[in-house]
């Protein structure tokens, strides 16, 4: 059986041995959605590479006492992805950032493109971030990931390509381009890479031009025209199997 993953901060990390509490939204989680029982495993983690593993000891109204077996602080990716996500409408941008959350995505982009459909302003803005924050949040969790992706302020395509510079490789999915993603070599001086993806009706051309001249690179994912909710997970998938990901 898979132990299922729980959030919880941690003022200092429990020793193996030690009895800890899940409470709060989580523990309700735990005891009524996922009805653990005594005896079962599970796994705490807060979000920044702590893993803790243990047995459920007790259950309350709401919370569970979990006695501490195994408890590991991992190491962050030597290859930081990160997903550029112009926001879409419907829940095809949700849908993106949810299954790159569980493909290893590292931090997510919103990006109001030029021909972004949807837009974020004024109050919506705080709460799109929050919601969509929780939805990598919760896809981090099913996919037992003791990372969770950050998701930051939405950029437009002028902020876009002044963050070009903060990464090693920048790869612009764009379906004319004259290289496809399967000849990008990744190696050890690419610490961060960055995947942007267009919304619905594609990247404009001065946008193309703006990111290219600020230093990314045109790749294609073959003959298919992908959805904007598929393009990035697909692209994240290629290049997790260059790492040897799956391997």
Known sequence: MVEPLFRMDFAVPPAPGLAVTLGGSEGKHAVNVRRLRVGEGLQLS?????????VVASLANGSLTLNVAEVTQ??????KLTLVQALAKGDRDEL??????????????????????????????????????????EAAKQSLRVFEPVVSQPVS?????????????????????????????FDASHQSVAVIVGPEGGISEQ????????????VHLGEPILRT???????????????????
């Open 46 to 54: 807060d979000g920044n590479g702590l893993r803790v593993r243990g």
């Open 74 to 79: 991992e190491a962050p990716p030597a290859l």
């Open 96 to 137: 993106a950032i949810q299954a790159a959350t569980e493909l290893g995505c590292w931090a997510v982009v919103p990006w109001q493109a030029d021909r972004s459909i949807s837009k974020w302003e004024g109050p919506k803005v705080a709460k799109s971030v929050e919601r969509w924050q929780t939805i990598v949040g």
């Open 157 to 185: 395509s002028k902020q876009l390509g002044n963050l070009i510079a903060d990464f090693d490789l920048v790869l612009i999915l764009d379906p004319t381009a004259q290289q496809g993603l399967g000849a990008i070599n």
């Open 207 to 218: 946008e193309l031009e703006a990111l290219e001249l600020a230093g990314a690179t045109r």
């Open 229 to 247: 909710s598929t393009a990035g997970v697909a692209a994240i998938a290629v290049i997790q199997s260059k790492l040897g990901f799956w391997s």
